[in-house]
Structures are given as structure tokens and as C-alpha cells.
């Protein structure tokens, strides 16, 4: 699923190799996927891509936003899969949720595993968007400073509802574009366990966390992305995660106690017992 770092590096590609690319034809997916999003009918997308240019790409959260020149924004989001460009001469793939086939004989395609939103909106539309209108601060934002992080705990950890803190950091878009993969560094450069509670959180902790959060970001950023998932030209990224799946049962990085794997929000949690409490 991608994440913040990789919809970074997305963006990035397709502002080196897209922007005044003319699109020839637009086509949404030849593969049924029940969890794939769409709100424009295959004709109608085809009707309002063609003839539009590629303009600039700019990531927000877990978000990829494309313009298409002059009046139109491609969406998309929250996608596990891939999204690859093709080279002129290269054909069009076998598989494909959306195509966009370029005048010069390029392309580009996204194809998702898990579930996604592809999405054609008229420039301007995506303030009433349910996930982008109003999005908070993401990790790599300005505005994403230590005293906006410190409200945002106070506002969770005085909710009624106890919440831990990889709630506080994969749920309800509190901190956009971090998912479960990244927060598992996150949580264990923090030294904190994912079921600590965000009341419990002490002034030191909540400085580590907010450090944690930027620093772990920004490499796997520097990367190009995590290393199970692919960027633009189908190239693995460079970010190779401390906690993940492969590390269980072997010794901390850290202190040398066993990693443990615990079932924990909906998924997976990748954690050492000696040293994340």
C-alpha cells in the first residue's frame, strides 16, 4: 500500500517525465475489481481525457493529484499496486485499472492489488473531496511543526474514547499519508509500543514520537520509498524497514530481545519487547 514516502517519490517521477505530454486516449480498467473506486463512466472518462496535457504532480498524504491540463485533476488515492510509466514502443499492458496513452507513443497505467480511488475531477472539486477537503498537516508540510503535533495528541488523548498510539498515527487521517508499514519504525525509533496510550504519553515521549515521525519520514523519503514497493519505472525502493514481517523472532537491532508480531488495529505489528514500551 503506498504510503506517504512513495506517493512522494511518485510525484516526483512524474513531474521529471510527464508534464506536457499530450494525452491520445483515456481508459479506465479491463480488469473487474469490486475495491477500485472510480466516479466518471469509461466513456465519459475517455471523453474528458483526451486531447488534455499533463501538468505538475503534488503528493498529498496518501494521496497522488495530477493535473490535466487545463481544467482537470487526477486523483488518486490510498492505492496498494502499482502505477508505472511505459516508454514509447512499449505496448500497453496486460493488466490495468487505468491507461492513459500518450500522443508520443507513452503511457501510463495503475494497477491495484488492494483497493484505491481513481478519480476525474474538475480542477477546483477536490475542496469538497471527503479525504482531501480540509486535509491536516502531513509529516512533510511546514505546518506540520511540534506544536501542531502536541494539540493533535492533546486533542486525542482527551477524547472520551482511549486511543493508543498507532491510532493517534494510522487512523481517522489525524497525521495524513502514514499507514501501518511505516508507523512500525516509527513507534520503535520512539521506543514506544503501538498499544501505548496517547494519555499516557509524558512530554519527553511526545518529542521522540514527533521527531521519530519526521526523521523516519524523511529517509525512507531519501530512498525513493519502501522497499516492497515500486516507483514510476517499476524499481524497487531503497527503504528497507527495521520492523517488518522478516525481523520476527530475530534479535533486536537495539537491545537484542526477540521481535515479536502481535494482531493489533486491524493488522500486523512488528515490535521488540526489551525496548518499545
Known sequence: MFELPEIVTLAREVNEVLP??????????NRPHKFVWYNREPDEFASLTAGKSIGTAEARGRWLLVQLEP?????LG???????????????????????????????????QQWGAMELHRRGEEAEHPYLGGMRATPIDPAFTFGHFDRLVDEVATDTKKHSVKD????????????????????FAAHLDPRHSTRELGAEQRRALYDSIRETVGRAIAAGGRAEETDLFGNAGGYERVMARDRVGA???????????????????????GCQN
Open 20 to 29: 506536457g505530454k499530450t494525452i491520445a486516449e483515456g481508459r479506465l480498467g
Open 71 to 75: 481544467d482537470y485533476l487526477l486523483v
Open 78 to 112: 490510498e492505492i496498494g499496486g502499482r502505477l508505472l510509466y511505459h516508454p514509447p514502443g512499449a505496448g500497453d499492458p496486460d493488466a490495468y485499472h487505468l491507461l492513459l496513452r500518450f500522443t508520443d507513443g507513452s503511457a501510463l497505467s495503475a494497477m491495484t
Open 168 to 187: 493517534l498515527l494510522v487512523l481517522g487521517q489525524r497525521i495524513p499519508g502514514l499507514g501501518n508499514a511505516i508507523a512500525q519504525d516509527i513507534l
Open 251 to 273: 534479535p533486536c537491532p537495539r537491545c537484542g530481545a526477540t521481535v515479536e508480531k502481535i494482531q493489533y488495529l486491524g493488522g500486523a505489528c512488528y515490535l521488540c519487547p
